[in-house]
């Protein structure tokens, strides 16, 4: 069964450059989020998409932006790179529309900021 | 959505039964209970959810207290790659508003 896929797997930036993290969901499913997972700690959500619309926003910093295409792929920027961006970004997709959701996430692009 | 507490680590031997606890004991009646697990540094796996009854799939059981207050998840026979930090996760389902909150979790050590 199709998954989802993220790309880059491993991503390395200098500060204050920017990253484009992708994000392919899988099929017919109709939300997208993001999520951050810094070392140690739990993941947290930053933001989500429903029907390529935004539909929830977590802690995410103004220096990030991210979007849903017409093909439902979806894209997290992050722009004036810090050293504390420094995690590993899972995105997921779920089907919300019918039933409850049962998010499947991908295997996650490790960012590291130098 | 409703706070949960897990206990931070355990330890379970392979081929036995680990169970997991969860006290959701603010959970409200719209609440769901989701777990999730998350082998080292992999992406979260989604388990399994109830809302009221009882629920089994292929993973694993999960069994709600009748007053919701609480839950445990059941791996009926734990296998080394069992091994992951497991999320006992309480959520309202809206639609289009579903994020999840991950929580401490417990870190769950299956030893051969």
Sequence with gaps: AAGVIQSPRHLIKEKRETATLKCYPIPRHDTVYWYQQGPGQDPQFLISFYEKMQSDKGSIPDRFSAQQFSDYHSELNMSSLELGDSALYFCASSLNLWGTPMETFGSGTRLTVV | ?112
């Excluded at chain 2, 009882?54 to 069994?63: F, K, P, R, V």
Aim: proline content about 5%; charged content about 15%.
């Design chain 2, 1 to 112: 959505d409703a706070k949960t507490t897990q206990p931070p680590s355990m330890d379970c031997a392979e081929g036995r039964a680990a169970n997991l606890p969860c006290n959701h004991s603010t959970i409200s009646g719209n609440e769901y209970v989701y777990w999730y697990r998350q082998i080292h540094s992999q992406g979260p796996q989604y388990i399994i959810h109830g809302l009221k009854n009882n629920e089994t799939n292929e993973m694993a059981s999960l069994i709600i207290t009748e007053d919701r207050k609480s839950s445990t998840l059941i791996l009926p026979h734990a296998t080394l790659r069992d091994t992951a930090v497991y999320y006992c996760i309480v959520r309202v389902l809206i639609q289009g508003a579903q994020k999840l909150v991950f929580g401490q979790g417990t870190r769950l050590t299956i030893n051969p």
